[in-house]
């Protein structure tokens, strides 16, 4: 297995996008429009904003998942208001600044795949990464194995969004 940077291997989007609606909570969308947004929020500003911090596991080129994410959520106001539920954890960006997106393909899950993204992730950060995710998640168990053991539930909208944390020591 490789990981690589999608910048050295734009070919790779078109697998990334893919694995990324297959993995997305949300399958329907009231236009082609909704969808573009949806993908840009989730994905494609991380790939324009931030593309060291863009990252694919590959194996025989094929893409086995991916990560990306950005170094400081707290200096981001762009990301804060495109995804306006980050802000009811503004307090904790301090400690967990960096923030991360992670996906596998299905038949790439439980191979270890996504341990090796994280760990290469947090290779590049400072200081601590978060993710925000909801309370009832399969891959909640996945994070916590991986360290994320800072937890905090707070309300967006009425609905309870998870926070989990992970300080990680600055290389």
């Known amino acids: 297995m490789n990981i690589i940077s999608l910048n050295t291997s734009p070919t790779l989007w078109d697998e990334v996008v893919n694995i990324f609606f297959e993995s997305s909570s949300v399958k329907e969308f009231t236009d082609e429009k909704s969808k573009e ?9 991380y790939k324009e904003n931030y593309p060291e911090f863009f990252l694919v596991a590959t194996f025989e080129n094929k893409v086995l998942g991916y ?61 601590g990464v978060h993710l925000i995710t909801s309370p009832t998640a399969r891959n909640k168990s996945f994070y916590l194995k991986n360290g994320y053991n800072f937890n ?13 944390g992970k ?5």
């Open 37 to 45: 947004e949806f993908l840009y929020k989730y994905l494609g500003y």
């Open 152 to 164: 905090d539930i707070r309300v967006f909208s009425g609905s309870d969004l998870l926070f989990m």
């Open 167 to 171: 300080s990680i020591i600055d290389r």
């Open 67 to 127: 990560i990306c994410g950005s170094p400081n959520s707290l200096d981001d106001s762009e990301l804060l208001g495109l995804l306006p539920h980050f802000g009811v954890f503004k307090d904790l960006y301090d400690d967990f600044p960096a923030h991360l997106h992670i996906n596998l393909a299905r038949a790439s899950r439980g191979m270890g795949v996504g341990s090796k993204l994280v760990q290469r992730f947090e290779s590049i950060c400072r200081g």
